[in-house]
């Protein structure tokens, strides 16, 4: 029974007494495991294009921004960089001044030089032990160089966000994530009017500091590129906020008071929702790379979106001729092909329908936000990836998976996922409006099914924390999807601090 202040904290983050009652039973119920069709594989859900045809996708998506296009790209970028650090701190709070030979801390402090903020480490290693860097390691005082990245007193970056860091020097400097998201724009998705509309969702506590990062960068980007920037930021809103439960799935109390916690990246397609461009880009901000190392980057994300606007196209056609009854059964029947060729809807249930009923099918499956979503060759690493999935009306369609959605106890569904050959770079291209030109409403098309729980703790205390149904997971379910293979190349992401001294991450 909730409390008069319990409805007050409601009332103030928008969140309804029935979402929380819905919330706490899916606690007790858990979340159902998705009914799986197949991995995804060129040939079967992914559509490796030609060589011809990459070329005339980009002819397509220049021609949609010389027309005027809309097109923005969306950043999650709210994400904090400890996780990157988890070594450097562990070494740190550890007893030792001496690396384990070949762990991450021993070549991190072997090759730091390389590090873009060398400089800066530099600045602080002396201001506050009176010695560089390159001394203090003659010296074996490894851990004051450790302490001095990660530390409020030092650079701070285990707790600034990964969009905030140095990746990548230049002659002239180092640039961070959301430097190189801009410039990345500036070649991928300036429109007619030479702007690049940029979104970046970030944290509360760090609005801030992004605010102030890209008033400061913003005129050189501009200049070095010869575009201007429309830069906006948004935050996860409070009513995507998710009760937090006790181990007994009954409501957790903090100081007296319930517990809400974020509801993870799945809580951003209400930011998405807001997004004006029909177009939108969605990449990780740290999957980004040097300028030399960017062509196959840019390639695949002009192939990416022209491919997007060949099936909006195509899609616009079929809805108008249906719109207007211009249509025979073969033609019904060619659309089928289209939809089960190019966008992987299959469903056994149309069988036998008249053609008024399938020219109705048709139009409901075709009348959805669409996207293109690059997939990348697997390296050995299996789990969550590209799958035809069976959605609740019966029909299978692509879905991108997490391997928390998969029953691990299912023989079957894990000779699929050993045997995937693709995972999901976190590449997407998004069409947002419908053929007359309106948003859609996006959280129209979430499946509310496909959310996760885990186990967390606070203050010590035990709890069960609820994740809503992932951005390019569950929130996208209703979608159409198109996979396309993409090259390993467009893949650089930065998940320790050790990825920089990657080949892809040096200039």
């Keep these: 029974m909730l409390r008069e202040e319990d409805l007050a904290l409601l009332e103030q983050k928008g969140i309804s007494e029935k979402q929380v009652e819905e919330q706490l039973k899916r606690f007790a119920t ?51 960089a400890s996780r990157m650090f988890k070594a450097l701190f562990e070494f740190v709070d550890g007893d030792t001044d001496i690396p384990t030979p070949g762990s991450d801390v021993e070549k991190l402090i072997t090759d730091i030089d390389k590090m873009a903020f060398i400089a800066d480490l530099n600045e602080v290693t002396v201001k506050l032990h009176g010695f560089t860097v ?56 300036a429109n007619s009017l030479g702007i690049v509309n940029l979104h970046f969702t970030v944290s509360a506590n760090h609005r801030k500091l992004f605010e102030e990062k890209i008033k400061e960068v913003i005129d050189e980007v501009s200049s070095r ?54 177009v939108v880009f969605i990449k990780n901000i740290d999957n980004v790379v040097p ?20 099936l909006h196209d195509a899609i616009g056609k079929y809805l108008a001729d249906l719109a207007t009854g211009d249509y025979t059964r073969g033609y019904l029947q060619e659309m089928l092909a ?22 109705m099918y048709i139009h409901e499956k075709l009348s959805r936000p669409l996207r293109v979503c690059g997939m990348v060759r697997n390296e050995g690493e299996p789990g969550g990836g590209p799958f035809i999935a069976f959605n609740p009306d019966g029909s299978a369609s692509p879905q991108i998976l997490e391997s928390n959605q998969i029953d691990p106890t299912n023989e079957e569904y894990g000779r699929m996922v050993q045997g995937a050959t693709h995972f999901n770079p976190v590449d997407l291209v998004c069409y947002i409006k419908d053929v007359h030109g309106n948003n ?68």
């Design 134 to 189: 390159d001394e203090l390691k003659q010296a074996g005082r490894n851990k004051d160089i450790i302490a001095a990245i990660i530390k409020p007193e030092g650079l701070n970056y285990g707790n600034l966000p990964k969009g905030l860091l140095k990746f990548h020097s230049y002659p002239e400097g180092s640039r961070t994530p959301l430097e190189e998201q801009m410039t990345e724009g500036a070649q991928t998705a």
């Design 338 to 359: 289209f939809m089960h060729d190019k966008l992987s809807i299959t469903d056994r249930s149309i069988d036998g329908l008249n053609d008024t009923a399938l020219a």
């Design 440 to 507: 859609f409403d996006l959280t129209k098309y979430v499946d509310p099914a496909t959310g996760f729980i885990s186990s967390k703790s606070s203050h010590g205390k035990e709890l069960r924390a609820m994740e809503l149904p992932g951005l390019w997971n569950g929130a996208m379910s209703d979608w159409n999807t198109a996979f396309v293979e993409v090259p390993i190349a467009t893949f650089n992401p930065v998940k320790t601090v050790n990825d920089l001294l990657r080949p892809a991450h040096q200039s």
């Design 225 to 278: 590129r010869g575009v201007k920037f429309s830069v906006t930021l948004s935050e996860q809103k409070p009513a995507t906020d998710t009760i937090a439960a006790n181990p007994d799935n009954t409501p957790f109390m903090e100081d007296g008071h319930l517990l809400f916690r974020p509801g993870g990246h799945g809580a951003l397609i209400e930011n998405l929702n807001d997004m004006e461009s029909a």
């Design 291 to 310: 300028d030399s190392r960017r062509d196959a980057t840019v390639r695949y994300k002009q192939v990416l979106a022209g491919y997007l606007v060949e």
């Design 30 to 80: 858990g979340f159902p495991y998705l009914k799986i069709m197949d991995a995804a594989r060129v040939g079967n859900g992914i559509t490796k294009l030609t060589e011809n045809e990459e070329d005339k996708a980009i002819a397509r998506w220049k021609l949609y921004l010389e027309n005027g296009g809309e097109v923005c790209k969306f950043v999650p970028a709210s994400g904090a």
